[in-house]
T-cell receptor, first 113, second 114 residues
Framework: AQSVTQLGSHVSVSEGALVLLRCNYSSSVPPYLFWYVQYPNQGLQLLLKYTTGATLVKGINGFEAEFKKSETSFHLTKPSAHMSDAAEYFCAVSGNTGNQFYFGTGTSLTVIP | KAGVTQTPRYLIKTRGQQVTLSCSPISGHRSVSWYQQTPGQGLQFLFEYFSETQRNKGNFPGRFSGRQFSNSRSEMNVSTLELGDSALYLC?????????????FGPGTRLTVL
């Protein structure tokens, strides 16, 4: 079975500070992992994904994530937070059949000026 | 390419009524998934359709149903609405195969049940 756990439902950082959003996964098959962002009253937008190959994945808006199999983690980072990064972030793992995604409960990121 | 579109964007219904939501996927995408998003429960998977067949189903009552047409457009129906059905309903499309294709989300339909 597949699942993800996002540690910290709310994270606050100062503008310019490092952003670290945590995601741990459980998967019975090699995982395909995703990070999505959701702005208020909008759908989800893909930030980045890991399927196979390089474990450090770069995404849009300066975000990146590192797949660590030994730690079953896929944490999202950004070196310097911008005000525009304030949003809800979701980690997801693909199911082992079809195209069902299992989402974490989300982390709300607040950026303090 | 045009993105995923969902209609209507907002709906207000009363308890006991039924509602139909529509989703048009990205051209060429054969998989459409539906999710319910609420503040308390987060994103919950409803079902996935691929080439007009339901391929996966989440843990929702039978009042929630869907279908997919030959052009990959999908509809979701909720019958006998309850207050707890108030939520943002998101549709996502993907190529559907092989496993692991990213899903592209529409803006959602916000359903309010009074």
């Amino acid at each position: 079975a597949q699942s993800v756990t996002q540690l910290g439902s709310h994270v606050s950082v100062s503008e310019g500070a490092l952003v670290l959003l945590r995601c741990n996964y459980s998967s019975s098959v090699p995982p395909y992992l995703f990070w999505y962002v959701q702005y208020p009253n909008q759908g989800l937008q893909l930030l980045l994904k890991y399927t196979t190959g390089a474990t450090l994945v770069k995404g849009i808006n300066g975000f990146e994530a590192e797949f660590k199999k030994s730690e079953t983690s896929f944490h999202l980072t950004k070196p310097s937070a911008h005000m525009s990064d304030a949003a809800e972030y979701f980690c997801a793992v693909s199911g082992n059949t079809g195209n069902q995604f299992y989402f974490g409960t989300g982390t709300s990121l607040t950026v303090i000026p | 390419k045009a993105g995923v579109t969902q209609t209507p964007r907002y709906l207000i219904k009363t308890r006991g009524q039924q509602v139909t939501l529509s989703c048009s996927p990205i051209s060429g995408h054969r998989s459409v998934s539906w999710y319910q998003q609420t503040p308390g429960q987060g994103l919950q998977f409803l079902f996935e359709y691929f080439s007009e067949t339901q391929r996966n189903k989440g843990n929702f009552p039978g009042r929630f149903s869907g279908r997919q047409f030959s052009n990959s457009r999908s509809e979701m129906n909720v019958s006998t609405l309850e207050l707890g059905d108030s939520a943002l309903y998101l549709c996502a499309s993907s190529l559907g195969t092989p496993r692991g294709n990213e899903q592209f989300f529409g803006p959602g339909t916000r359903l309010t049940v009074l």
